[in-house]
């Protein structure tokens, strides 16, 4: 464990080295030639265990704090495919401590996917029949108590690993892009990623502020993925505030007090049908960034990231010849438990 961690070492929180970082920042040549802007891709689908993903960055504080705090095992929930629990799964295994996933679905969900990897990575899944994620806190609750009462000692991590310390490994990642632009001779630029359960909107919100402050203008914009803007716009703007003061309370502080509201922009219109259905804009996105860079994104999140980045260049957001980083968050696996979808589209 890594102590003081994360952010240069300027943060006494406690991490965990559970990947390895940077995360590459590539150009895409022939998307950015088919799309008249210069994109870059920041592979955070290459970060960390088990296919990687944002939530690699979240769980090393996260699951640092539950060592600390003495525990032997990890709740955690989602969707049936959720790419955080699977993600959890495999940082847990690297933290040896057992995981536990509560996950949502109304019917016995395909053995695809994530939910594949859930097993083989030996976590212990729970299928809840319900439509919403929300309802499954007080089933961890529930799990945790039963485990408390067998002598366990569990971290109950919420949806998304979206709390305040794990949005801090957000504000450590776009300080960590703003040191790769220099040497890729980027300017500050626009950011675009998907966001959901807002902690990775948050921290890189709280670092956008400080940079900006000290002259480093990143402009990041959050697509949001479930059809609720202002709900997530709410979320984001809350888990920032917190990420901020969690930050500013080191010694010396990261950033200057900075407050980070200003910096959460929300981009709706992408959700297409609603979270978790592919979305025709989505399915566009799908198969260009494949065809012209190989590289793939996700029915869920990144291909509605990358479809609004399509949409704001057709709409003029993004000027012709002007920059942006696409934050490529994971969640590949997902591909696979949409075989049904995605097969012979296009
Ligand atoms: C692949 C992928 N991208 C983006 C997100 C959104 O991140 P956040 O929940 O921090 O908003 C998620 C969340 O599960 C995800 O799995």
């Known amino acids: 464990?890594?102590?003081?961690?994360?952010?240069?070492?300027?943060?006494?929180?406690?991490?965990?080295?559970?990947?390895?970082?940077?995360?590459?920042?590539?150009?895409?040549?022939?998307?950015?030639?088919?799309?008249?802007?210069?994109?870059?891709?920041?592979?955070?689908?290459?970060?960390?265990?088990?296919?990687?993903?944002?939530?690699?960055?979240?769980?090393?504080?996260?699951?640092a704090d539950a060592r600390v705090q003495g525990a032997d095992c990890v709740i955690t929930c989602g969707a049936a495919q959720s790419n955080h629990a699977r993600l959890t799964a495999a940082c847990a295994n690297l933290a040896g401590l057992d995981a536990y996933l509560v996950l949502r679905s109304m019917d016995d969900p395909a053995e695809q996917g994530n939910l594949l990897l859930d097993h083989l990575l030996g976590a212990r899944v729970q299928i809840v029949r319900t439509h919403r994620t929300a309802n499954l806190?007080?089933?961890?609750?529930?799990?945790?108590?039963?485990?408390?009462?067998?002598?366990?000692?569990?971290?109950?991590?919420?949806?998304?690993g979206s709390t305040a310390l794990g949005a801090v490994g957000y504000a450590?990642?776009?300080?960590?892009?703003?040191?790769?632009?220099?040497?890729?001779?980027?300017?500050p630029c626009a950011v675009y990623h998907a966001s959901s359960s807002g902690g990775t909107q948050a921290g890189l919100a709280v670092a956008a502020a400080a940079l900006h402050a000290g002259g480093r203008p990143w402009r990041v914009i959050g697509v949001d993925v479930d059809g609720d803007p202002d709900g997530l716009r709410t979320t984001v703007t809350a888990l920032a505030r917190d990420a901020a003061a969690l930050i500013q309370s080191g010694d010396p502080p990261l950033v200057p007090a900075v407050d980070p509201a200003p910096h959460v922009r929300v981009l709706a219109g992408y959700t297409g049908p609603g979270y978790g259905i592919v979305s025709e804009e989505g399915l566009a996105a799908i198969r260009l960034l494949a065809e012209m860079e190989g590289v793939f994104v996700d029915p869920v999140y990144t291909s509605k990231a990358l479809a609004g980045i399509v949409g704001a260049v057709r709409c003029g957001d993004l000027p012709h010849g002007s920059s942006v980083v696409f934050w490529h968050t994971g969640g590949t696996p997902a591909l696979f438990a949409y075989a049904h979808e995605l097969a012979g589209a296009g």
């Open 172 to 187: 450590a990642g776009l300080v960590e892009l703003d040191a790769q632009s220099v040497s890729a001779g980027l300017e």
């Open 137 to 160: 806190a007080v089933a961890m609750q529930t799990l945790a108590g039963r485990l408390r009462a067998e002598g366990r000692r569990p971290y109950v991590i919420p949806v998304g």
């Open 1 to 63: 464990m890594r102590g003081p961690g994360g952010l240069g070492g300027l943060v006494a929180l406690p991490r965990l080295d559970l990947c390895e970082k940077p995360s590459p920042l590539q150009h895409a040549p022939r998307l950015s030639a088919r799309l008249g802007v210069e994109v870059w891709l920041k592979r955070d689908d290459l970060l960390g265990p088990a296919f990687g993903g944002n939530k690699a960055r979240k769980l090393e504080y996260l699951l």
